[in-house]
């Protein structure tokens, strides 16, 4: 199992950013995946959920109405596309297949003026 996500950068209050994460090593259409992020000094988060065929999704509090999860079963990869963004958003950002445990290396977003 392999995740590798992409997409982050350094962005300025208001923009918006699309977080990629490419998924090899597994039939990536027969698994729920995730998003998490963490902050320095702060716990993991989970940020959004999406199911093996894309059609329920769940996000946490703080970013509901600005982040968006999707994903592309024929490219083998899930999306986030964030909004809106906010200084509070500034972490690394983790995609999860939850069965198995298994993460990514992290992209940081980095939210600042």
């Known amino acids: 199992v392999q995740l590798v996500e992409s997409g982050g950068g350094l962005v300025q209050p208001g923009g918006s950013l699309r977080l990629s994460c490419a998924a090899s090593g597994f039939t990536f259409s027969s698994y729920n995946m995730r998003w998490y992020r963490q902050a320095p000094g702060k716990e993991r988060e989970l940020v959004a959920r999406?199911?093996?065929?894309?059609?329920?999704?769940s996000y946490g509090d703080s970013v509901k109405g600005r982040f968006t999860i999707s994903r592309d079963n024929a490219k083998n990869t899930v999306y986030l596309q964030m909004n809106n963004l906010k200084a509070e958003d500034t972490a690394v950002y983790y995609c999860?297949?939850?069965?198995?445990?298994?993460w990514g290396q992290g992209t940081q977003v980095t939210v600042s003026s």
């Open positions: 999860v297949r939850a069965t198995g445990n298994y």
């Open positions: 999406i199911s093996s065929a894309g059609g329920s999704t």
